[in-house]
């Protein structure tokens, strides 16, 4: 059984008509993605914002209307994958390299729906190297900031070339181990200048759908205000 795919296709069971979807980024938001588009072909109206050019190829040939943010209020549902997700349903992402544009897309939606098999879920986050996304300029101090803060850190690098991101920025993919509080993690981080953004997600998740080798589906609704 293929629990990435059971997993985010039931996501796209909460998708009806003329709803704005965030699409996101990997091996298990391109099932989503795919579920959406057969839904589209058979009369589903929807319109949607990718994470990544990917992504959006994946839309375009699938007949998902794609638009942009000067086009709509609200997203309303987001499906995307995640590398590891804790027990407080907190997120570490960006294996992809997508990190920016899905948090950015993840912070502009009423619900984020996070799809994952098993594997993904954690006690603590850390074990999954943090990716960073960085400007180019000045990185070789950006990184030597990122290490003070704890880490080892290797500039990602993808076919024998550095990894440039949509953006047109580089990933720093940072080991800091068992990461005890990501809030003041990522708060650090994001301070360092040159910093765009990093993977952690912290207390954005509404719901986590976990697909099983076995065939089951576990679904969590996350409630921020209890
Ligand atoms: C891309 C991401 C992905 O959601 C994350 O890497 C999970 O990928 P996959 O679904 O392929 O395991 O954050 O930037």
Same mark, same amino acid.
């Given at each position: 059984m293929n629990a990435k795919r059971i997993a985010a296709e039931r996501a796209v069971d909460y998708i009806d008509d003329n709803m704005v979807v965030g699409l996101g980024t990997g091996s298990t938001a391109y099932w989503a993605i795919k579920k959406l588009g057969q839904r589209v072909q058979s009369g589903l109206n929807i319109s949607a914002i990718a994470t990544s050019m990917k992504s959006e190829e994946l839309a375009r040939e699938t007949g998902i209307k794609l638009v942009s943010f000067?086009?709509?209020g609200e997203i309303d549902i987001t499906i995307d994958g995640?590398?590891?997700?804790?027990?407080?349903?907190?997120? =570490?992402?960006?294996?992809?390299?997508a990190l920016l544009r899905? $948090?950015?897309?993840?912070a502009s939606c009423k619900e984020f729906i996070v799809v994952v098999d098993e594997s993904k879920m954690v006690k603590h986050l850390g074990e999954?190297?943090?990716?960073?996304?960085?400007?180019?300029?000045?990185?070789e101090i950006t990184i030597k900031k990122l290490e003070s803060l704890g880490c080892e850190s290797h500039l990602r690098v993808k076919d024998d070339k550095v990894f440039i991101t949509d953006n047109g920025n580089y990933? =720093?993919?940072c080991h800091f181990g068992k990461i005890e509080d990501p $809030?003041?993690?990522?708060?650090?981080i994001s301070i360092i200048p040159g910093v765009v953004d990093s993977g952690l997600f912290v207390n954005m998740?509404?719901?986590?759908?976990?697909?099983?080798?076995?065939?089951?589906?576990?679904?969590?609704?996350?409630d921020y205000k209890s």
């Open positions: 000067s086009d709509i995640a590398d590891e997700v804790d027990k407080d349903f907190n997120l =570490i992402k960006g294996g992809g390299g899905e $948090k950015i897309v993840a999954f190297p943090l990716p960073v996304e960085i400007v180019k300029f000045g990185y990933i =720093i993919d $809030k003041n993690l990522r708060n650090k998740a509404n719901r986590v759908i976990i697909g099983h080798q076995n065939g089951d589906v576990e679904e969590f609704e996350v």
